[in-house]
């Protein structure tokens, strides 16, 4: 893209690969899926770009490039969190404790009823 003086813009659009500030949907990363998601993180970091569109996100924050780095840390913490095998409550306090400022929390729950075996109660907050 190419801006008004005749500058690269250097825009990526981040799609489902990259996130602003809203929780990530891991329901569909069991297996290898955190780790094929952090290789495409890989190729938008690679682009260097000055913008990045992300396909989900929060309307009051810019399309700065940080939020790629944001998403790799997002999606390194939850292959952290869930290497501990926690349960699935646990999974959801660590995530809105490590980022308590994202938007839909409620996605962080739903991706932890499809990564994590039945055996604990919905949460009441």
Sequence with gaps: MIDGGGR???VAAGGDVIYNNVHQSLAESAGDGLQAWLRAVEKVEALRPRHVVAGHKDDRRPDDPMIVAETRGYLEAAGELLATGP???????????????RLNPTIA???????????DATPTS
């Design 87 to 101: 349960s699935r409550r646990r999974y959801l306090d660590g995530m809105l404790a490590r980022f308590p400022d």
């Design 109 to 119: 729950w739903l991706s932890a009823l499809r990564l994590l075996p039945d055996g």
């Design 8 to 10: 690269l813009m250097r």
